[in-house]
Every structure is written in C-alpha cells, then in structure tokens.
C-alpha cells in the first residue's frame, strides 16, 4: 500500500498532458455527464496496455450497492450488476474502508492472489475479464461513505506511471466532485426559491444595492410589457419618477429600511409596492465578491378592475362566503392558481368549489361567470 507521498514528480513532458486531464476534471464540476469520458481519457493517458477501466463511485454501509458518479470501459449494465451483487462485501471494499482520504493502494499489497480468485467478485464478475488486481484511490468520505477511484486490470503490469499520475490527479477529482455536490445544492436551492415566488400574485424581484436584478419571478415580464417598469440592462426603473426616486432613497438608505408606495400607472388605477432592505448578500469568487440581494421589492397588478362586493354575491346567488370570495377573486382577473396560492389552498380545493359556484350561478365557465357577475346590479 502507498500513500500520496514518496512517489517521482511527473517529468516535464508529462505536465502538459496532466493539465490538459486537470482541466477536464473541472469541467465535470459543472457537467456531471462528462464523468464517464474524462475517466476514459485518464485510462487512456495513464494505464498500461490493457488497463482501460475505471469505476469513479460512492460506496458504504449508508449507501445502498454502489452510487457510481462515472464509469469507464464497460459494457452497459456492468456497474449495475456490481453495484447489486458485489458492492460493499468483496474483498477490495473491505480492505479499503479504513484507509484515510487520499490514500492510493495497489490491491497487489492487501489480499494475495490465489485467496482473491476465491472470491465471487473474481470468480463471478472480473475474472471473465482477465482481471484480477486494481489500483483504489480514497478520494472522500461523507456519512460513512467513501468516494474511490478504481481501476481494475491484469497483474503483470507496471503500474508505476498510473500510480504517480493519480498523485496528481486524484486531490483534483476530489475538489471537483466536491464542487459539483455543492453546485447542485445551490441550483435546487435556487429552484425551490424560483417556484415560491412565482406562486405570488405580485410581482416580487430581488435586487442588489445598484437596483441590477437578481431575480425576478413571473409576473415581473407582464407589468414590463404594459410599460409600468423597465429592466433594460438587467436594472429595475418605474416609469413613473416618483417612485423611483423612493426606490433609489431605500437603496441607500441604512437598515433597518422598508418603504409603501405607489406606481402610478397610464389608467389612473396606482399599483402598490412594497420594498425593503436586507442586509447584502455576497458571495467570495476566484474573480472577487459577486454582490447578492440588498432589496427586495413586491409590485401588485396595477390593472386589476374594483373587487366586486362578496356580500353582494352572497345575497343575489344565495353563495357561501367561500364561494363569494372565490367568485370576486375570479371575476377580478385572479386564476384559480393565484386565488389557491393566495388562500394556501390546493388547486382541487378551488376547483371544487368553483363547481357548487356554477351551479348557483348558472353559468359552465369561468369566462361565463366573470361576464354574468360583471352585470350585477348595484
């Protein structure tokens, strides 16, 4: 067994060769997909004549078979039949889980030959291969998991090249695993907040201290369209001056900061906004700081015809609080996705209710109801 230490550096020719992998391995970082190719190129820059697999995985008692991130001459469905029958019990994984991050083991050193052809992961699965060594590198562990690189082959071969470009490789494909993981926390992350705030009914945006847009959800496209605000250079500005200088007054202004107000609009009928300041958000990068959210700013409709009197509706159909409610919202111009995000009720629950609204009203759809409530006598 050798560690990541006491091996020769790479000669000069080699570094070429090895930055070209490094880079590759980073770009797995952003595209996981890429795993199984860059893995390909590794083998076939760095193993002997017939060493032309590896298997890049997650594997431990808190991970059921094996979880490969990348896999690298084999058929399909081979990483699958090891992950369900070999994983975790043969004699490799248990001669390596105990050996720290950054280790890098020739299996040659942990179990003689004659006892691992014994064994079912010889005897059943690599041995129809002619394989029957491997050299293992201990990349992480996480929850009782370790991540390995291993690379399976035939005995009778120098495997010193291999072995000292993985010294170079391996904390590379670490950090690049790491990266990745982390990256897609931050995209699930950033998905979960994208579909709350495009279940509001107001437009809501988050914006740095320069007023430039972070992000903004549906309904922000809509009152651009109808001339109310301009995102041109990815910056929120009103149209209307007055209140753009109240947003650019809270910007600047010290926390704790919130600021009501509204945004006259060509019909005469002010949307509301509601914005406030949060302390700013920044993230380090290898470029410098990348400057988050310092505001954020709510816009409600600023179309919306008057809210029709729900009690009127109660005493002219003989409907339900609910069901006037429902009816206002609708006739309003609300969908029965906004009226259910806005009442916290489930799309079905409306839907439920707006058919007991048709039928005391008369009417089978939605553009019925709006028409025939619009008549309504004073």
């Known amino acids: 067994m050798s560690e990541i230490v006491d091996l020769s550096a790479p000669a000069a020719a080699d570094w070429q060769l090895l930055d070209a992998l490094i880079g590759e391995i980073y770009e797995c970082a952003l595209d996981p997909e890429r795993w199984s190719d860059t893995l390909a190129r590794i083998v076939a820059a760095l193993g002997p004549l017939h060493w032309d697999v590896a298997f890049l995985m997650w594997e431990g008692p808190s991970i059921a078979g094996a979880q490969f991130i990348g896999a690298a001459g084999v058929a399909a469905g081979v990483a699958e039949i090891y992950s369900a029958v070999h994983a975790r019990e043969n004699p490799w994984s248990r001669r390596v889980a105990h050996l720290r991050a950054g280790s890098i083991v020739d299996t040659a050193d942990l179990i003689d030959s004659a006892e691992f052809a014994?064994?079912?992961?010889?005897?059943?699965?690599?041995?129809?291969?002619?394989?029957?060594?491997?050299?293992?590198?201990?990349?992480?562990?996480?929850?009782?998991?370790?991540?390995?690189?291993?690379?399976?082959?035939?005995?009778?071969?120098?495997?010193?090249?291999?072995?000292?470009?993985?010294?170079?490789?391996?904390?590379?494909?670490?950090?690049?695993?790491?990266?990745?993981?982390?990256?897609?926390?931050?995209?699930?992350?950033?998905?979960?907040?994208?579909?709350?705030?495009?279940?509001?009914?107001?437009?809501?945006?988050?914006?740095?201290?320069?007023l430039g847009i972070v992000t903004a959800n549906r309904h922000v496209s809509a009152l651009a369209a109808r001339g109310l605000i301009s995102c041109a250079g990815e910056r929120l500005r009103f149209t209307d001056a007055g209140a753009q200088r109240r947003l650019v007054t809270l910007a600047a202004a010290t926390l704790p900061a919130s600021a009501a107000f509204s945004l006259e609009t060509a019909d005469g009928m002010p949307a509301a906004v509601l914005a406030a300041r949060v302390p700013a958000q920044s993230a380090r990068a290898l470029g410098g700081a990348v400057e988050g959210t310092a505001l954020i700013v709510t816009i409600g409709g600023a179309t919306d015809p008057p809210a029709l009197d729900a009690g009127r509706l109660v005493a002219w159909y003989g409907l339900t609080p609910a069901e006037a409610r429902l009816t206002a919202g609708l006739a309003a111009g609300a969908s029965v996705a906004d009226y259910a995000a806005t009442r916290n009720v489930s799309v079905n629950a409306v839907r439920f209710l707006l058919k007991s609204v048709f039928r005391k009203v008369g009417v089978t759809s939605q553009a019925q109801l709006a028409a025939v409530v619009a008549t309504l006598p004073d």
């Open 118 to 210: 014994e064994s079912s992961l010889s005897r059943d699965f690599l041995s129809r291969w002619g394989m029957d060594r491997a050299l293992i590198a201990i990349l992480d562990r996480r929850d009782g998991a370790r991540l390995a690189l291993v690379m399976p082959g035939p005995s009778a071969r120098d495997l010193f090249a291999l072995t000292r470009g993985l010294r170079v490789l391996a904390p590379h494909i670490q950090r690049a695993v790491r990266i990745s993981r982390r990256i897609a926390a931050a995209e699930l992350d950033a998905a979960a907040a994208r579909s709350a705030a495009d279940r509001a009914v107001s437009a809501v945006l988050c914006l740095r201290a320069d």
